[in-house]
């Protein structure tokens, strides 16, 4: 009969026996995905001071985790952002965006008319029932934009990079300069271009948010967000919601992060003169050219739009 080879108590030995393991010897190639909930420590002390933010560490995976940590560096940097926190959706994300923000009671959002149907919901639902009142302008139009941004004074302006679903492409530039010269912030949902095509804050945007559920996976199989600001001051609200509301998958981080997220985008979106290129980033994309290769000029409707049928189905259009 076999010794046994310590004298633990079978269950003891069953807590300490896998352990959460040793980081391996060699660097894995893909991003690993950690499952871990908690971290441990060698001391409370080191532990306390981790959870107050004293030394750097991960206590708890709802305030941030390994896997996601890794996509939202990679997302901050494509952007030219300052700081970036990913989330459990885009809804998520965008929710983070305009909290950031600081909406309060009577605060006023100018939104496109465009926006992907459930951020309405949000803006009218959600925020309106704390008494933030929305409006909506058609902001291909920028006179108008100009217009209500004079008359109503709004905190922020809203607008989709490629607008879902009818493809209208926004001149992020424009809408900057209007929205700074009142003294609002421009969020813009980058989901349709993708940084790929677009880098909204290189073009004076504030915040940029993503439904990485799209084109930053690309392989529609992860569902997640992220909210990227161009100012490290937003930390604080961006983790603060994702600490209380929208946590993110680690294991569709694992899955957003096999790859560089460019390369998921660029597998799904390249148009078609960056395809035949076998895969080579293009050299330096400005939005405006980007999209106006991809979708007409901005500000105007897509030239895709007229061969999509139908909401949806038809996106994104066929190789
Ligand atoms: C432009 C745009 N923004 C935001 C969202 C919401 O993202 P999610 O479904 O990941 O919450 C979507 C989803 O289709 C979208 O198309």
Redesign the pocket.
Known sequence: MAERKNNLHLETQFVHATGSGEPPVGQPTATPVYAAATYTYESMDQMDRAFAGEIEGYVYTRHGNPTVNIFEKAICAVESGATARAYG????A?HAALFACELSPGSVVLASQDL?G??TNLLLNIFGSFGIKTLFADFSNLEEVRGKTLESKPRVLIA?TIS?PLLKVCDVDACAEIAHSSGARLII?N??ASPYLCQPLTHGADLVVH????FLSGHADA???IAVSRDELDRVALTGVMKLAGEASRYSFGILSRVPPSQNATRSLSPGSTRKSHGAPPATTTCNRALGAFAGKPGSRSSLSSSVPSRATRWPPAE
């Open positions: 959706s885009g809804m998520a965008i992907y459930a951020t989709e879902n949902d989901t349709f439904s990485a559920t799209k569902m997640g967000g």
